[in-house]
Nanobody, 120 residues
Framework: VQLVESGGGSVQAGGSLRLSCAASGSIFSIDHMGWYRQAPGKERELVARISSDGDTIYADSVKGRFSISRDNAENKLYLQMGSLKPEDTAIYYC???????????????WGQGTQVTVSS
């Protein structure tokens, strides 16, 4: 599966951005899609994920501000980000994963990342 993100950029605190991720290749193997982010000097962290059934999970830090959605017909994933804060500044990565035999998520494919910068 190949993933290509778009939509990053610079915005002032309180603003909004919408990230997109286009998937191609072995789409049938995708059970879950998600957004991760990595800030300078920090580990990569899960922002939000969505299953093929539409179930969503959000990091506590973005609940109520971010919304993840997917368009299965277009093979696209979105992240609508609102009320952005400087601490949301990071490289955001799109990921695609499968459910393993032990019912865990194995993230198999990653996009190249898109920079989001929020200024105060």
């Amino acid at each position: 599966v190949q993933l290509v993100e778009s939509g990053g950029g610079s915005v002032q605190a309180g603003g909004s951005l919408r990230l997109s991720c286009a998937a191609s290749g072995s789409i049938f193997s995708i059970d879950h899609m998600g957004w991760y982010r990595q800030a300078p000097g920090k580990e990569r962290e899960l922002v939000a994920r969505i299953s093929s059934d539409g179930d969503t999970i959000y990091a506590d830090s973005v609940k109520g501000r971010f919304s993840i959605s997917r368009d299965n017909a277009e093979n696209k994933l979105y992240l609508q980000m609102g009320s952005l804060k400087p601490e949301d500044t990071a490289i955001y990565y799109c990921a695609a994963g499968e459910t393993t035999a032990t019912m865990k998520i194995a993230w198999r494919s990653w996009g190249q990342g898109t920079q989001v910068t929020v200024s105060s």
